[in-house]
Each structure stands twice: as structure tokens, then as C-alpha cells.
């Protein structure tokens, strides 16, 4: 009985899948005279999958636009796909949406590896692509016509972070702690650059597996350094992982880290509160910021997603879409992929709630890299954010 | 720095043992490989996180409870999968625990979502006790006591009570032992109830270490997984002996010679262990004829 | 047949998937009495002390076994543990891993009286000295006649009204096969009713109060040792003495179209 | 069944004219797939999805002689499917082989990584093996991850492959790796039926039993480990190819594991149950993901995960569902899609009785 029926149910899925296809084909793929069709992949399963968050911003950013009245009369369609952070998946769902459903542009996208596996396809294919969710050199080297990237970069801040500790704060030994992936090692290139410029070198450089969960000989090297500043390129698991063991063995240097760990709130919690005196770097306002923006998007975000988090993860879907609108807005009625690049390029310190962004004719790679900006904030023990800089330049 | 590492070794060998166990009570019994172990002991934690979250009881209640979810996990699991399976071969019964574990995983991050938390524990995971100069958290502490312990009680149960004795017979001629009148059936789930408790009890003190989400089983229960084959798979003083020289190992290596193969040492070891001795340290093995 | 039988098997007919192993037997145990099934290789000996002892799922098909004027069949094995019948398994089946007294331990596993299961213990003992040198070693690393001592003491230690031994000379040397019976003999003696599956057709008759033949699954002849050992079809096929005026095939053919 | 008389009459490919009008007119049907892809995407797949369940079925085919045959279990297999990835790779980008030259260097790199686990595997058994194949899995990556060589933590982009001046596209990639799949498969069904092949099943069947009748386990086991990597070796390097950039953290557990899910949920020891295991998990793998889009299943699903589940969860239903395939699969039909082939065939044979 228990066999016929779910031989019938997987007919019917089967089925549905069939039903559900569909084609559309138009001049600009993608844009009708009421719809523009946008898409983005986000883990929303697996190890990675609070990364997930991101693109279900992007979503609560789409229906506040269609809420105010679309852009230009179109109203935006957004299909949001799960790839598991496999790359396999992600050009599977990048070739379902040129081929089959036919969007106009990508928005947002995590990870390295499975961004790459998709870039060159989207590019030869002029799919326009916006704020890929990683700040690293792989969006903007070689330079793609349609690719606008936006975070800024992992190895620029981490050379910029390591400045501020040196020169402002006064930190002559400095250690790493990182984790070993593309997002780890662009961290420490960062760091070893500035390191050279001035040199002096680091006093210990720890890497972590990501797969990991025992760091304690980790925390014991990080010690054994005697670093008085540790500057630490992890996912949140790692980082709260971290803490307690060098808590533990009584190690309590000025801890200081990158953007991705700027959900404080999350942090604090995790890490039961060893997180306070954290220097960090953010590329988003904070999330109790009183910018017009934010406080309208918090507004928006109790009334049609109030089962989200306000995380940082969350509003940075909103992050890395807020300039794709931009340039739908600017590009007019009349949207195509070159219209929609032109309008990109006349941005100019044009400000969401993320960093200040500027692009122009491609020339050189940084002409097509958004955010050039973060500020510097220190976590008080309440877990509020003390801000220490306003928002800097940190490329050259 | 020797002294510490060796100290933190044996912490986290006894988080492997503890999971080693669960795997091994469930091995000794069926011959099953139980993939999934990891994964209930996470839902178990997740669900003890859920009743403490939500109702604020003391965290002994909280625990009660949570193991007596666990108990009927581990039941569940057994009536409605396992025991379906007619004449199945061990790749089969691999794959049933495989898809549990991905039923689970998918479970657990549609039900309490993929973000972190931390998991309140009434032991601390950062004070720490002093012994001779070494520092010891009182949760690493804890750990081992608790593995020590349960190891121990399990050792004179399977050695020494009825049941025990007959949970073994019934993995090593399951006709016999029927005919003995003893329940195999019962057992069965029995067995599964036991081990899904102390996979549980792992769970909750892994995330006690660290922080509680989805895939946080993952890398323990490989580990644990070795530490059961380095010490025999069938033999509980195997899985502490194998846990706890794991555990130093891996520390060792990472403190001395590589951070970075510091995770993937274990199964270099465990290769050339069972080269040299195919059924695992503590595993005096029983050749079936053919 | 007298009434009181302590095991009364009506009409079984047993299936092996669609295969039917058991076509219509009925016999009959009486208490005290040494009974014997014997039948060649695959004529349904085991079949039917598995069917008894209840460990083929949903048989036996149709017809009733009835113990102690209780209805046993569809029953679980362990029940009709509990009511007092042991197996002792073709092939001894031993558990390899437990030492001999754990596997000792085991054969009194439903019992809950431990003054009696040590009593029972002692009296096996007596029966098979040889069990208490070996008690802590693993009953796999035990010599097959040591095996088979084991599995008989085992099946004593439930105190069973009723012992079913399935082929309990099989393997052994001829020297081991005369204890065994033996002691077979004396544990009946002791009051325990037997019933025992043989092909050394020989011994247990000179053993039995009574004997059954099984052919394909179906009883072709029932009566006492004495009528059985001069039947002439028992005579050629069983013990292997031929009348010496009978035609190669011929007789063979003749004999076994009289049992159908 | 019709009589063999021959023992030649066994191992030849075509049996009859039947089957050989029915395989010209299957190659037929694969030469056209491409266009009918194209034109109508049925079930939502694409030329890429084909390509991929292509590559995945050599993979499944190699695991199959190692696991359904030979009765060994692998657990590492990613491991092997990376080494042929990244040796491809790598012979093609930085010595610049042609890919014909590259792609069979990859094959025989990985089975003499093959050979080298075949070794241990020679004393191990059931857990054991198990827990040593998985290591060797993930060792391999992270040794990839730790070597600059091989483009370290952040990966390797694999170079464009041009055909007459043009970069190709995903159809040309059907053709060639079709082509090298055909002559894969045929060679898998040929191995299985000679000396080679019955060797693996008595080692199967019972390896001391094996032994005793002469075949040499040594040899055999090893060789089984080699011919497996060789197929998962080259799957890689095409696996490279489609994907057009690896990395080596995607070369985890979990596709070790869904490796062997195809094997067993296509059928233990049938090449052709392999192929269509791979296809069902692949295709499911990445079509479930759009579970939301279903058409009012999906609404209503996506309803109860927000009211009772948690917010973005709902994805979380496609590993539900794939593992409850698994686990489904190996309780209903314990020999896989092939044995719910062979009762369909059966059924249909006797049809009207």
C-alpha cells in the first residue's frame, strides 16, 4: 500500500515539475511591459545555509519596490533558488534562469566557488549581474562587462584593518586566526600586505578547517604567541569556538575582525558574551541606525517579513540590491542590459545603507568594484556598537 | 604546552568516545552502522534547547525530557525503517541511516532554522579548574567524567546483567537467541533507545562547547566514528581507549607539526592501525567459518 | 494413540514463501517418552520443530499444535519458551561470543527463580563435566562435541517439559554420538519428554518409545521402534541394509510408490 | 531465454538483431536529445543537467564495479573524482595537453590512487573499510586545499575549450561526453562479463571461497579499487569541464555518499541500474530545491513552514524528501531501479495471465 502510494505521489511530483515549466520569450529577456523577472541562489540548506539569509533580504527589499509601485510601471518578479552551496547546483539553477525562465538580471549570489562556476556563463550570455555576496578580486579580474560587484573587498579590509590596529590603536604584535578557505585567505593577504609594507611580521598565523569543532590547540598556539592583538577571518561557529578556548586558558588579547561578523547580536549570543570589546568593521549601517533608509526598512520588514530576524545577514540582501534598483530607476522605461549598465556607471558615492558606491567605464578592475568603504565600531558589553570611524576609503 | 595539549586531548576524546559508544551499542547489537547518530543526538539537543528556550525549567527536567525524546527517536527509527528492510545488506542498511540522517538535517533546519545559538549548559564552558598548573574547563572536565561514568556503567551492563549478556547474544546468532525466548525485537529497539540516549547526552555537551546548529554532528561523529573503529567497533573499553588516543593525537599533531592536517591526522592513523591490525585495538574477533 | 499427548500437532501444513515444506502432519508426543522424527535431507524434519517452536513467521498455514492442552501455534517463540519447550537448533548455534556460562545464562533467560536456574545449572554440569573447565572461555573455540554439549545444557537450564533436539549426531565422531545419545537417554530419565530429528535412523530408535517417518513433508509411517526397525522400506533406506534378492532401482522405485 | 552455446556467444555485445536495432535506434535517440532539450526542456531539464547525470553515471558505474561487484565498500569516492578533476585540470592548463591526451592521464592518475587504497582494503572490512575509504576521501581534498599547486583553498578556473575557433558550448560538451560514456559503459558491461568480471562477483560472493578456488585476491581487489577510480577519474576531469571551475571544498563527504545513494538506489551490480540511479539522484538533487514553486502544493507548503516551521526553512523539504527516497528505495526494492525493471519486464512478458 505504503509503495503504490508513494509511487503515485513521486508520479505526481514528477508531474507538477512538467506542469510547471515555463518559457517566456520576449525582445529583452526578461523585462515585459509590467514585469521585470530577477534572480538570485542562496544556500538555504546545508552548512551554509545562514547565508541563506541574504537572498530572503533581497526578497523583503523586492516587495517593498512592488509595495511603492514598481519602478517605471514594472513590477518585479523574484525567483529565489537553493543551491546547497554546491556549485554543481548553482549552474544548474544559472542555466534554468537564462534557458528556462529567463530572467533579466542576477542579483546577490554567496560564494566564491559557486559564483565562479556561474560567472562566465552569465557573462556570455549578458545576463547583468549585481553584488555578488563576497568581497574578493575573482568578480572584478578579468573585467566583466555586466558584473557589478559591491562588497568591499576582503583582502583591502583586512589591510586596512591591520593599519588601524597598528597606527591608531598602537598594536605592534599582531596574530591571525583564520579560516582556511578562499574567504580565510583573502584575510590574510590583506593582513601580510600591510604587515610587509611596514615590516614587521605576524606573530603567529592559526588556521582553522572549516569542518572543525576542537580548536583548543589552536587557541593554545594563538597564546603561545603573545599577541596583543588578534585579528580573526571566521564564520560565526568558528569565532565563538575561538573565544571560549582562549577564555579558557586565560588568553584575552584585543580581538578585532571583518564585516562578516558584524551581527553583534548573533555574536553576543553565541559566544555568551565574550564578544564585547571586539573591534569590527561593518559595511552596513547598524541595525538600530536611525538612517531614513533603515528606520523605513525596519518599518517594512515588521508588516510583510516579521518572522525575520533583523540580522546583518538579513539587510545585507537589501545591501546588495539597493544599487540594482538604482540603476533600473536610472536606465528609464526603456531597460536593457546596456541601458541598465550605462545607468550603473553614472553612480557616483551613491548611498543606500550600505557603503558609499561609484562605478565607471571599465578600465581598470576597481571601476567595477562598488564598495570601496567600511566603518570601524567596538562591540560595548550591552551589545551595542560603539562607533569609532565614520565610513572610510579602505582601497588605495 | 605538552601537559595542555595532552589535557585538551583527552577532553575531546571523550566527546568522540561518547559518540563512539552510541555507534558501537548499536553495532554490537545489529551490525548497523549508524550514520544517523549524529544527527538524532542534534534534534535531541535542539529539542532540550526548545524546552529550555521556551518553559524555563531547571536543566535537569530539561535533560529528562530531552532523553526521553531521544528514547523515542531511537525507536522510532527502528520500528518504522529499520525493521522494514527484509533481508537487507549492510551497504542497504548504510543507506537507511544516510537518508535518516538527511530526513533529520532537513528536519532540524526547517523546524529551528540554520542560525547558531548557544546552547545553555549549567556547567561553564569557560571557567576553569586548576590541576597541577593545567587548565582543565569544568564542562571538558565534566565530559569526561560523564563518558567515564556511562562507559562504565554500560561495560558491567553488557557484562554482567541479563540483558546485556542477551543484547549481545542477539547480535551474534539472533535465531538462538530467539529460541532462547528472548525478545529479539525488544531488544532491538531497546538497543536503539540506549544508544540514542547517550548520542543525546554527546550532543548536548558538544553544543555546550561550542554553539548548537544544524550541522554541528558532522565532524564529531566522523570522529567519533574512527575512535569506535580504532578501539574495535565492538568493544567499550575500545571506544574510550580509542576516543582519548584520538583525541591526544590529534592534538599533538596539531600542536607540534601541522594545524592543517591537524583534522584528517586521525584517519592517517587509523589506516595504518588497522593495517597492522585489521579489527581495531581492544577487538578480540571471532572468525565465522564459512 | 492415547489422549493425553503433551504435544498433539494436527494437519500442519507449513510454506516456505510458496513452497509447501509441511503437507498435512499431525503427531503426537506423549509425556515421559523419547520421540523421533526421522526423514531423509529435506523432507521437512526441521520444518516442523521450527513450526512448533514458532519461529517461521505466520505458520504454520493451517492446522493446530496444541501443548499441554494449550493452543501454541501463531504464538512467538518466547512465549512458548515461557511454556516449556527448548530447541536445541540444527548445527548447534551456539553464541560464539559468550563465554560458556553466559551462554549457559542465556538458556535460563525467561526463568525467574534463581535458586532453581542455580540448581539447573548444577545438574548440567553433572551431565557434562567437560562445560565447567570451559566455563569462561568463548563457546565459539569450543570442539563441535563440546559445542553440541553446550547447546543441549543450554536448552536444559529453560527446564523444559519438552527438549526438541534437531540432529544432534550431526558432525560428530561415532564415540561422541554414543554420549551424546547417552545422555539423552538419562535426561529423559530424569523426566524431561524428548523429541528428537534424527537420520542416524539407528541410534535413535534404539533411543525412542517412538517414531515418526517424514517424506516430503508428509508422515509416510508412524509406530514403535521395534515395528520400524523391521519395516523393509525403513530397513533399505534408513539403516542401509538391503534385502539381497531386490533389483537395483527397481525395489527402490516399488518401495517408495507403496508409502504414497 | 534463449540457449548460449558458446561461451564467446556470452561476452559478445549484441546478442541478437533485436538488441542491436534497439541500441542504433537508443544511439539514435541520444544524437537528437540535445535539440529536444533545447526545444522543449521537458521536466525542467537542460542540456547542463544531462551533462551531469552523465558524468555522475560514469562515476556510479565505477562505484558499482568496486561496490555491487566486488562486494568492497568506498566511502571516499569524492576523493577519486577530485584527483581526476584537478589532473585534468591541471595537465590542460598549466602543460597545456590536449584534453584527449589529459583526460585518460587522469583516469590512470586516479586509479593508481585506486591501486594505493586497494592495499589496506585488502585486510578490511565492513566498518573498517568504510572508515578508511572515508578518510582517504577527505584527506585528499585537504591535501589538494594545502597545495598552491593546485589553486589552494581558492580553486582553479578550467581553461575554455574551443572547437574550430569557438568556445564550446554545453551541446558540444553533450557530444564529447557522450561519446566517451558510450564507449565507457560498453566497456564496464564487457569487463563484468569476462574472467575480470566473475572474478569480482566470487570475491563478492565469498572471498575466502574465492581464494580457495584460485582467484587471486591481491590482485583482484586492487585491480577492482583501480578500474573503479579510473571511471571515477575521468568522470572528474569531465566533471571539471562543465562546471568550468573546481574547488576543492566541493569535493566533500556528502558527494561521496551521494555517490553511493546512486549505486544503490540504481541497483547493486547492474551498469544499467547505475545510469539510471545517477539520473533519478541528480535530476532530484537539483530540481527539488524548487519545491516552492510546485503549483499549490507549494503555496500551501510554504504557508506551514512559516507558520508552524521556521521562516526559510521551506527549502528544507527537498533533503527530506531525497532522503526519504533513499531510505524508500533500498525497503520496497532492495535491488534499486534495476530490480523495479526486471518486475515491470517480467510482468509485461506474461502479460495477459
Known amino acids: ?110 560564494g566564491v566557488a559557486c559564483g565562479m562556476t556561474a560567472r562566465d556563463y552569465l557573462m556570455e550570455n549578458k545576463v547583468p549581474w549585481c553584488g555578488p555576496v563576497t568581497g574578493v578580486y575573482e568578480w572584478i579580474t578579468p573585467i566583466q562587462k555586466y558584473l557589478f560587484a559591491i562588497y568591499p573587498l576582503y583582502d583591502d579590509e583586512a589591510f586596512n584593518l591591520t593599519g588601524y590596529l597598528h597606527e591608531k590603536l598602537g598594536y605592534k604584535k599582531i596574530a591571525m586566526f583564520y579560516q582556511n578557505d578562499d574567504y580565510g585567505k583573502q584575510g590574510v593577504m590583506g593582513v601580510e600586505r600591510y604587515l610587509l609594507k611596514k615590516k614587521i611580521s605576524l606573530v603567529a598565523k592559526v588556521s582553522a578547517e572549516v569542518t572543525d569543532r576542537d580548536l583548543s590547540t589552536h587557541a593554545l598556539k594563538l597564546k603561545n604567541s603573545g599577541a596583543e592583538a588578534v585579528i580573526m577571518w571566521t564564520m560565526p561557529t568558528h569565532a565563538a569556538l575561538i573565544l571560549a578556548e582562549t577564555a579558557k586558558i586565560g588568553f584575552k588579547p584585543q580581538w578585532a575582525t571583518s564585516n562578516t561578523l558584524s551581527d553583534s547580536a548573533l555574536m553576543m549570543q553565541i559566544t555568551k558574551g565574550l564578544w564585547a570589546g571586539m573591534i569590527n568593521s561593518f559595511f552596513g549601517e547598524l541595525p538600530d541606525s536611525n538612517h531614513p533608509l533603515m528606520v523605513k526598512y525596519r518599518e517594512w520588514h515588521k508588516k510583510l517579513a516579521p518572522q525575520e530576524r533583523w540580522g546583518v545577514f538579513y539587510y545585507a540582501g537589501i545591501i546588495f540590491a539597493e544599487p540594482f534598483f538604482e540603476g533600473v530607476r536610472r536606465a528609464g522605461r526603456n531597460l536593457t542590459p546596456e541601458t541598465w549598465i550605462s545607468a550603473m556607471e553614472t553612480l557616483k558615492n551613491w548611498q543606500g545603507i550600505g557603503p558609499p558606491i561609484s562605478y565607471s567605464k571599465p578600465n581598470h578592475p576597481m571601476d567595477r568594484q562598488g564598495g570601496k568603504h567600511v566603518f570601524y565600531g567596538k562591540v560595548k558589553p550591552d551589545g551595542n556598537i560603539q562607533r569609532l570611524t565614520d565610513w572610510m576609503q579602505i582601497t588605495k | 604546552m605538552f601537559g595542555q595539549l595532552i589535557v585538551s586531548g583527552l577532553a575531546v576524546g571523550a566527546c568522540y568516545a561518547l559518540l563512539a559508544l552510541a555507534m558501537v551499542i548499536i553495532y554490537k547489537t545489529s551490525e548497523v552502522l549508524n550514520f544517523a547518530q549524529g544527527e538524532m543526538a542534534m534534534v535531541s539537543t535542539f529539542v532540550a534547547f526548545t524546552i529550555l528556550d521556551a518553559y524555563h525549567v531547571p536543566f535537569l527536567w530539561a535533560a529528562s525530557l530531552t532523553f526521553l525524546f531521544a528514547i523515542l527517536l531511537g525507536i522510532f527509527f527502528e520500528i518504522v525503517f529499520l525493521r522494514q528492510a527484509k533481508d537487507p545488506t549492510v551497504l542497504g542498511l548504510i543507506i537507511i541511516t ?193 | ?137 568463548w563457546a565459539g573455540t569450543l570442539s563441535g562435541g563440546e559445542q553440541q554439549m553446550l547447546a543441549i545444557g543450554r536448552a536444559l537450564m529453560a527446564r523444559p517439559k519438552l527438549l526438541m533436539l534437531d540432529e544432534p ?50 508422515i509416510v509411517a508412524a509406530n514403535t521402534p521395534k515395528i520400524l526397525l523391521e519395516d523393509e522400506d525403513v530397513k533399505e533406506f534408513y539403516l542401509g541394509i538391503r534385502s539381497e534378492e531386490s533389483v537395483k532401482g527397481y525395489q527402490r522405485w516399488k518401495r517408495k510408490k507403496r508409502w504414497r | 531465454m534463449d540457449m548460449k552455446r558458446d561461451y564467446y556467444e556470452d561476452i559478445e555485445l549484441f546478442k541478437s538483431t533485436t538488441i ?60 577519486f573524482f577530485a584527483i581526476g578533476a584537478f589532473t585534468t585540470v591541471i595537465f590542460v592548463l598549466n602543460w597545456s595537453f590536449p584534453l584527449w591526451i589529459a583526460l585518460p592521464i587522469a583516469g590512470f592518475v586516479s586509479s593508481g590512487f585506486g591501486f594505493i587504497l586497494g592495499l589496506p582494503a585488502l ?146 551490480g547492474s551498469i544499467m541500474g547505475s545510469i539510471a540511479g545517477a539520473a533519478l539522484m541528480t535530476y532530484l538533487d537539483i530540481k527539488l530545491q524548487a519545491i516552492q514553486d510546485i503549483p499549490v502544493i507549494g503555496a500551501a507548503l510554504l504557508n506551514f513552514s512559516q507558520k508552524y516551521m521556521s521562516v526559510g526553512g521551506i527549502s528544507n523539504i527537498a533533503v527530506i524528501v531525497y532522503g526519504l527516497i533513499m531510505i524508500l528505495i533500498v525497503l520496497f526494492e532492495p535491488l534499486g531501479i534495476f530490480g523495479f525493471w526486471i518486475r515491470t519486464k517480467k510482468y509485461w512478458k506474461t502479460w495477459p495471465f
Open chain 3, 169 to 218: 549426531s550431526l558432525g560428530l565422531s561415532p564415540i561422541l554420538v554414543h554420549e551424546i545419545f547417552r545422555i539423552i537417554k538419562t535426561i529423559n530419565g530424569e523426566g524431561t519428554t524428548i523429541l528428537l530429528v534424527e537420520q542416524n535412523a539407528k541410534m535413535a530408535l534404539k533411543i525412542s518409545d517412538y517414531g515418526f517417518v517424514l517424506e516430503n513433508g508428509r
Open chain 1, 1 to 110: 500500500m505504503i509503495k503504490r502510494v508513494s509511487v503515485f505521489l513521486c508520479v505526481a511530483i514528477l508531474s507538477t515539475f512538467l506542469l510547471s515549466t515555463q518559457s517566456s520569450a520576449q525582445k529583452v529577456r526578461g523585462v515585459t511591459d509590467t514585469e521585470i523577472l530577477i534572480g538570485q541562489w542562496g544556500p538555504q540548506t546545508g552548512p551554509a545555509a545562514p547565508w541563506g539569509a541574504v537572498a530572503r533580504g533581497t526578497d523583503l527589499l523586492v516587495k517593498i519596490i512592488n509595495e511603492e509601485g514598481g519602478i517605471h510601471g514594472r513590477k518585479f518578479k523574484y525567483f529565489l533558488r537553493d543551491d546547497s552551496y554546491q556549485p554543481a547546483k548553482t549552474k544548474a539553477i544559472a542555466k534554468e534562469f537564462v534557458e528556462q525562465i529567463g530572467v533579466f538580471a542576477v542579483v546577490g549570489g554567496v
Open chain 4, 123 to 268: 585486510r578490511l572490512k565492513g566498518p573498517y573499510l568504510a572508515i578508511a575509504t572515508l578518510g582517504f576521501g577527505m584527506t585528499i581534498t585537504t591535501i589538494i586545499k594545502h597545495m598552491e599547486f593546485f589553486g589552494g583553498r581558492m580553486g582553479l578556473q578550467a581553461p575554455k575549450l574551443h572547437l574550430f575557433g569557438a568556445p564550446m558550448k554545453d551541446i558540444h560538451y553533450y557530444y564529447m561526453i557522450m561519446v566517451i560514456a558510450v564507449l565507457m559503459v560498453i566497456g564496464a558491461t564487457k569487463l563484468i562479463k569476462t574472467r575480470v568480471g566473475r572474478a569480482f562477483i566470487a570475491i563478492r560472493d565469498s572471498d575466502i571461497a574465492a581464494e580457495a578456488m584460485g582467484v587471486n585476491l591481491t590482485y583482484y581487489k586492487t585491480l577492482a579499487f583501480a578500474v573503479s577510480a579510473f571511471y571515477t577519474g575521468i568522470g572528474g576531469g569531465l566533471y571539471a569541464f562543465i562546471l568550468g571551475f573546481i574547488n576543492p571544498e566541493s569535493f566533500h563527504l556528502i558527494m561521496s555518499i551521494t555517490f553511493l545513494a546512486m549505486v544503490v538506489v540504481g541497483g547493486l
Open chain 4, 20 to 79: 542491436l536495432i534497439c541500441s542504433i535506434l537508443f544511439l539514435i535517440f541520444l544524437a537528437v536529445l540535445p535539440w529536444l532539450i533545447e526545444k522543449y526542456h521537458p521536466l525542467g531539464m537542460s542540456i547542463y543537467i544531462v551533462n551531469l547525470i552523465t558524468v555522475h553515471a560514469l562515476v556510479a558505474i565505477g562505484l558499482n564495479i568496486l561496490v555491487g561487484y566486488t562486494g568492497q565498500i568506498s566511502m571516499g569516492h569524492a576523493g
Open chain 3, 1 to 137: 494413540m492415547a489422549t493425553d499427548g503433551i504435544l498433539k500437532v494436527k494437519n500442519i501444513e507449513t510454506l516456505y514463501g510458496l513452497i509447501m515444506a509441511i503437507r498435512g502432519v499431525s503427531l503426537e508426543v506423549q509425556e515421559g517418552q523419547i520421540v523421533c522424527i526421522l526423514g531423509a535431507n529435506g523432507a521437512g524434519k526441521t520444518t516442523i520443530l521450527k513450526t512448533i517452536m514458532g519461529l517461521l513467521e505466520d505458520q504454520p498455514d493451517k492446522g493446530t499444535i496444541e501443548f499441554m492442552g494449550k493452543r501454541i501455534d501463531g504464538k512467538d517463540a518466547e512465549e512458548i519458551v515461557h511454556l516449556g519447550i527448548s530447541y536445541v537448533p540444527e548445527g548447534r548455534e551456539v553464541f560464539p561470543e559468550l563465554s560458556v556460562e553466559e551462554n549457559l545464562k542465556m538458556g535460563a533467560y525467561t526463568r525467574k527463580d534463581p535458586k532453581g536456574v542455580k540448581e539447573d545449572y548444577n545438574r548440567v554440569i553433572s551431565h557434562f563435566p567437560i562445560l565447567a573447565e570451559r566455563k569462561s572461555q
Open chain 2, 98 to 290: 544516510l537518508g535518516f540522517e538527511m530526513i533529520l538535517m532537513g528536519f532540524a533546519g526547517w523546524k529551528w532554522g540554520p542560525d547558531q545559538r548557544s546552547f545553555p549548559f549549567p556547567v561553564s564552558n569557560v571557567e576553569t579548574y586548576d590541576i597541577g598548573g593545567l587548565l582543565i574547563s569544568k564542562i571538558n572536565f565534566w565530559t569526561i567524567v560523564i563518558s567515564v561514568v556511562l562507559m562504565f556503567i554500560l561495560f558491567l551492563f553488557f557484562r554482567y546483567t541479563k540483558l546485556g549478556i542477551a543484547m549481545r547474544a542477539t547480535q551474534q546468532n539472533p535465531l538462538a537467541a530467539r529460541v532462547m525466548g528472548i525478545r529479539t525485537k525488544w531488544i532491538l529497539s531497546f538497543t536503539w533507545a540506549i544508544s540514542s540516549i547517550v548520542g543525546a547526552a554527546a550532543g548536548m555537551l558538544i553544543a555546550a562547547l561550542g554553539v548548537l546548529d544544524p550541522p554541528m554532528m558532522m565532524d564529531p561523529l566522523l570522529k567519533g566514528f574512527a575512535s569506535g573503529v580504532l578501539g574495535g567497533m565492538t568493544s567499550l573499553p575500545g571506544t574510550a581507549v580509542g576516543g582519548a588516543i584520538l583525541g591526544i593525537i590529534e592534538n599533538l599533531f596539531g600542536g607540534y607539526i601541522s594545524l592543517a592536517f591537524k583534522s584528517v591526522v586521525a584517519f592517517a592513523i587509523i589506516v595504518l592501525v588497522l593495517c597492522i591490525k585489521p579489527s581495531g585495538l581492544l577487538a578480540k574477533h571471532y572468525v565465522k567459518k564459512v
